[in-house]
């Protein structure tokens, strides 16, 4: 209602950046140089994305990034807990949860109403919009992420998650027409460089080339 699906979709993918950080913060897990330097870049790239003439946020791009902290929150949750308890449970007692919340919001803020009106229910687009992100984005997919987050790291999770913003820009284009400024593609680059920057393992990959280099100087001094 207050944003496009694209910078939607980007600032939601600053999940992917906060997700190191929290993981140091809850889990107390070793954050890398490198996710320090992703988070600036990211942040960089969300100010272009979202910035108007007026130098501040709007409201959804306010609520979106609410989400995504909320969306760190759950990947780095998950990776605790996946490893513990069948997925089939954990992804029931979260889309639970969430549901009662959500009733319990409608209740206190909307107009409630309009979820038992056949006109509303009925609608072909409400019908669409129900089934995509009902079951496929959410059930579906919180299943999927509950039962292979076992087998894999929450920092790898959300690389693949940073993918997200591509197809929100993608589906944007090609069903609403929704083209991005300069600006904003430039704000876009920048948050998923430090998206993929952020996971990058460079601090492995010198630590690695020093131990190559030494025992490469160290079979020389033999010869």
């Known amino acids: 209602m207050y944003t496009t699906p694209s910078k939607a979709g980007f600032i939601t993918g600053l999940s992917v950046v906060l997700v190191p950080l929290f993981s140091f913060l809850i889990l107390r897990e070793k954050i890398k140089p490198a996710a320090i330097t992703g988070t600036l870049i990211a942040a960089c790239g969300l100010y272009l994305l979202t910035k108007t003439s007026s130098l501040a946020f709007n409201l959804g791009d306010v609520l979106v990034f609410g989400c995504a902290i909320c969306f760190a929150l759950q990947i780095v949750a998950t990776g605790k807990y996946a490893p513990r308890f069948p997925a089939l449970p954990l992804a029931i007692v979260q889309l639970?949860?969430?549901?009662?919340?959500?009733?319990?919001?409608?209740?206190?803020?909307?107009?409630?109403?309009?979820?038992?009106?056949?006109?509303?229910?009925?609608?072909?687009?409400?019908?669409?919009?129900?089934?995509?992100?009902?079951?496929?984005?959410?059930?579906?997919?919180?299943?999927?992420?509950?039962?292979?987050?076992?087998?894999?790291?929450?920092?790898?999770?959300?690389?693949?998650?940073?993918?997200?913003?591509?197809?929100?820009?993608?589906?944007?284009?090609?069903?609403?027409?929704?083209?991005?400024?300069?600006?904003?593609?430039?704000?876009?680059?920048?948050?998923?460089?430090?998206?993929?920057?952020?996971?990058?393992?460079?601090?492995?990959?010198?630590?690695?080339?020093?131990?190559?280099?030494?025992?490469?100087?160290?079979?020389?001094?033999?010869?």
């Not at 803020?109 to 509303?120: G, S």
């Not at 009902?134 to 920092?155: G, M």
Request: aromatic residues 10%; neutral net charge; glycine residues 4%.
């Open 96 to 223: 639970g949860t969430v549901a009662a919340l959500s009733w319990g919001y409608a209740l206190l803020f909307e107009d409630w109403r309009l979820a038992f009106d056949p006109a509303v229910l009925l609608a072909p687009e409400v019908a669409r919009g129900l089934i995509v992100t009902s079951i496929f984005a959410t059930a579906l997919a919180f299943l999927a992420q509950t039962a292979l987050q076992k087998k894999t790291s929450s920092t790898r999770v959300a690389l693949i998650f940073s993918l997200e913003p591509v197809f929100a820009a993608l589906t944007s284009y090609l069903w609403i027409h929704e083209v991005l400024t300069a600006r904003q593609l430039a704000g876009c680059a920048l948050i998923f460089t430090g998206m993929i920057l952020a996971e990058l393992p460079i601090q492995e990959w010198w630590k690695n080339r020093r131990i190559r280099l030494n025992q490469d100087d160290g079979s020389r001094e033999s010869a």
